[in-house]
C-alpha cells in the first residue's frame, strides 16, 4: 500500500498562513484590549502584512509546490512560481498601502472586526494565485470576497454603504454559484480537479459541448471580480458607499484576484480550449474599457460628480486593458508564448495598484474635510496641500499614460503590442480610441488641482496637518511610481518572461 501522507512545504505557504494568522491574533487581541488602545490592533496588522511580504523573499527564483498527489499523473494544489509570488507581491503591497490608509481613515470602524476581515480577504487572495486545482480556486475566491462582503457595509447606520454591500453581495454570490456549475461540468469531462491535469485531460468526444461550456462557466465569477462589463454593475455604487480605503482595495486587490484567477483557468487549466474563452475575452475587453472610460468621462466637476465614482469608473475602463493580453494569450503559437503575453498583464498590473492606490490615498485626504468627495472639491488643491495635489497629478498622468508617468505609457504600449502580435488589430485599435478618451478626463481632473480655489479665503486656513500614516502610504506610492517611471524595465521585464 502506498503512502497518501506527505510533508508540507511551510515555507511556501508561509505568506499567506502568516496572513490568516495575524488575522486571529488580531480578532483574539480585540477582546482584551480597551478601547483607547484600539488603535494597536492596525499597527500589529501592518507588522503582519510587512511581515507576509518579507516571507516571499526566500521563494524568489526557486518554484515550489506542495499538496502533491503521490499516486497517478503529476499534479499539485499549491505551487509558489514566478507568476504566483508576483500576484502575492502586488496583493499584500496594496493591503499594506490599505492598512496605512486605514489608520488615519477608518478610526470610525469597529476596529476588531475591520482589520480581521481586511486581514482574512488577504490572506484569500494571497493563496488564490498559488492555487492549482478548481477546489483551491473557489475557496480562495470566496476567502478574499465574502470578508470584503462585510467590509464594504462596516459603517454601521449608514444606509449607502449597506446597500452597498447587499447589491456587492447578491451579484457576487450569483457570479459563484455560475462558476461552481462550470467547475462542476469540467470535472463531469475530465475527471479531474487539477488543473494540469485537466489540461491534458483527453475528453469524450461526447462530451465537447459539455466541456466548453462548463470552460465559459467557470470563468464568470473570476470576470465578475475584475468588474469585466457587463458583471461591472456593483462598482460603483460599492465604491461610493464603501470606507474609502475598502473601495481602494476592492480597485486593486479584488482584480487581482480576477485577473489571476483568468490567467490561471486559460492559460493553465484550458490552453486547448482558446478558440471559445478567447473570443469571448477579447469581447469582454472591448466591452469593459468602452463602457468605462465613456462613463468616466460623464463624470463633470461642473456638475458636482463625485471623485470616487470616477475612479470606479476609470478602473473599469482599466480592467478592460488588462484583459487584453489574457485574450491574445489564446492567440498565440504555444506555451512560451501565453507566459510572454500573461506577462503584459502583470507588468500592467503592477503599475495599475501602485498608481491607483496613491490616487485613492489622495481622495481619502480630501474627504477627511470634505465628505461628499466631489470633483470640485480638488480645486485649488495645490494652493492647500502642494505635494498631495502634485502626487495626484503624478498618479492620473500615469493612469493616462503621458510624461512624466512613462511607466504607465509602456505598460499600455505592451498590452498594445500583445493585442497587435496576436492578430487582434481591431482590439488594438479600440484600446487606442479608449486611451484618447480617457486623456480628457484625466486631464480635466489633473488641471483643476492648479486651478485658483473657489474660495481664496479659505485656502490659507484650508492647511491641515496630514496624519503620518496618510502621508506615508501617498508618499510611498508616488516613490513607487517615480521609481518605476525612472526604470520601467523593473516591471516591462514580465512582458518578456514566461511565467508558465
Known amino acids: ?22 488575522a486571529l491574533v488580531v480578532l483574539v487581541a480585540d477582546l482584551f484590549l480597551p478601547a483607547e488602545r484600539k488603535n494597536l490592533l492596525g499597527w500589529l496588522s501592518i507588522a503582519g502584512l510587512a511581515g507576509a511580504l518579507a516571507l516571499l523573499v526566500p521563494l ?18 499549491y505551487t509558489a512560481d514566478a507568476f504566483a509570488l508576483v500576484i502575492q507581491l502586488l496583493v499584500l503591497g496594496a493591503a499594506l498601502l490599505t492598512a496605512l490608509m486605514s489608520t488615519a481613515t477608518a478610526r470610525e470602524l469597529p476596529q476588531g472586526e475591520y482589520w480581521f476581515l481586511l486581514l482574512s480577504s488577504a490572506a484569500g487572495a494571497a493563496l488564490l494565485p498559488a492555487s ?11 476567502v478574499a470576497s465574502l470578508p470584503a462582503f462585510a467590509l464594504v457595509g462596516l459603517k454601521r447606520g449608514d444606509r449607502r454603504s449597506s446597500e452597498a454591500a447587499l447589491k456587492f453581495f447578491l451579484s457576487s454570490v450569483t457570479a459563484t454559484t455560475v462558476s461552481l456549475l462550470g467547475v462542476s461540468f469540467v470535472y463531469a469531462a475530465t475527471g479531474s480537479l487539477h488543473l494540469t491535469t485537466v489540461a491534458r485531460a483527453d475528453v469524450d468526444p ?7 461550456t462548463g470552460v465559459v462557466l467557470t470563468l464568470v465569477g473570476f470576470a465578475f471580480k475584475t468588474a469585466a462589463a457587463p458583471f461591472h454593475f456593483w462598482v460603483p455604487d460599492t465604491y461610493i458607499g464603501a470606507p474609502l480605503p475598502v ?37 469582454l475587453a472591448a466591452l469593459t474599457m468602452t463602457l468605462g472610460n465613456t462613463a468616466a468621462l460623464r463624470q463633470d466637476p461642473s456638475r458636482d460628480r463625485s471623485a470616487v465614482r470616477l475612479l470606479a469608473w476609470s478602473s473599469i475602463g482599466q480592467a478592460g486593458y488588462l484583459l487584453v493580453p489574457i485574450a491574445a494569450a489564446a492567440y498565440g503559437d ?9 506577462g503584459s498583464t502583470v507588468a500592467y498590473a503592477l503599475m495599475y495598484a501602485a ?28 494652493a492647500t496641500h502642494p505635494l498631495a495635489a502634485l502626487s495626484l497629478a503624478f498618479f492620473l498622468l500615469c493612469l493616462a499614460g503621458l510624461p512624466p508617468g512613462i511607466v504607465g505609457l509602456f505598460a499600455k504600449v505592451t498590452v ?15 484600446m487606442a480610441v479608449n486611451v484618447v478618451i480617457a486623456l480628457v478626463y484625466y486631464l480635466r481632473w489633473t488641471a483643476l488641482l492648479f486651478r485658483a480655489p473657489a474660495d481664496p479665503q479659505e485656502a490659507p486656513s484650508a492647511r491641515r496637518r496630514v496624519p503620518l500614516p496618510l502621508a506615508l502610504s501617498i508618499a510611498l506610492a508616488a516613490v513607487l511610481g517615480i521609481v518605476l517611471s525612472g526604470a520601467p524595465q523593473l516591471v516591462l521585464r514580465f512582458a518578456d518572461t514566461t511565467l508558465f
Request: with cysteine; glycine share 10%; hydrophobic share 50%.
Open 1 to 22: 500500500m502506498s503512502n497518501l501522507v506527505q510533508s508540507v512545504d511551510w515555507p511556501a505557504i508561509a505568506p499567506p498562513t502568516l496572513t490568516a494568522l495575524v
Open 60 to 77: 524568489l527564483g526557486d518554484d515550489r509546490s506542495t499538496f502533491c498527489l503521490t499516486e497517478g499523473p503529476e499534479a499539485c494544489s
Open 132 to 142: 492549482r486545482d478548481l477546489a483551491t480556486l473557489i475557496v480562495a475566491l470566496e
Open 206 to 212: 461526447r462530451l465537447t459541448v459539455l466541456m466548453q
Open 247 to 283: 473601495a481602494a482595495y476592492l480597485s486593486v486587490v479584488g482584480k487581482a484576484v480576477g485577473f489571476s484567477g483568468l490567467v490561471l483557468l486559460a492559460v493553465v487549466a484550458f490552453p486547448d480550449h482558446g478558440d471559445v474563452w478567447g473570443p469571448a475575452l477579447a469581447a
Open 334 to 342: 504555444g506555451e512560451r508564448s501565453a507566459g510572454q503575453v500573461v
Open 355 to 382: 498608481v491607483n492606490l496613491g490616487a485613492f490615498a489622495v481622495a481619502a485626504l480630501v474627504g477627511r474635510r470634505h465628505g461628499l468627495n466631489r470633483l470640485s472639491d480638488y480645486q485649488g488643491l495645490y
Open 416 to 430: 498594445f503590442q500583445a493585442a497587435v502580435d496576436a492578430g487582434l488589430g481591431w482590439l488594438a485599435v479600440l
